[in-house]
C-alpha cells in the first residue's frame, strides 16, 4: 500500500470513530430534551388547570355577589313596604 492509501485509510478511520461518538452523544441530548420538554409540558397542563378552576372560582364569587345583591334589595323593599304601612 501507498503511504497516501495508508493516511486515507487511518483518516477515514479516526472520521468514522469521532462520527460515531458524536452521534451517540446526540441521542443522549435528544433524550434529556423529551424528558425536559415532557417535564415543560406537564407544568403548563397544570398552569392550565389552576387557570381553569380560577376562571370557574371567579365565575361562582360573581354568582354569589349578584345573588347577594338580589337577596339586599328583596330585604330594601321588605322593609319599604313595612315601614310603608306603619306610616299609615
Known amino acids: 500500500m ?12 479516526v472520521s468514522t470513530v469521532f462520527l460515531t461518538i458524536v452521534g451517540i ?10 424528558k425536559t420538554l415532557n417535564n415543560v409540558n406537564k407544568i403548563i397542563k397544570g398552569f392550565d388547570s389552576i ?5 370557574h372560582g371567579i365565575g361562582e364569587a360573581t354568582g354569589f355577589l349578584n345573588g347577594l ?12 313596604t313595612t315601614n310603608g304601612k306603619k306610616a299609615k
Open 51 to 55: 387557570g381553569t378552576g380560577l376562571k
Open 2 to 13: 501507498d503511504p497516501i492509501e495508508i493516511l486515507i485509510l487511518i483518516v477515514l478511520v
Open 69 to 80: 345583591k338580589t337577596i339586599l334589595k328583596v330585604v330594601d323593599l321588605y322593609k319599604d
Open 25 to 34: 452523544q446526540l441521542v443522549f441530548v435528544l433524550l434529556a430534551l423529551k
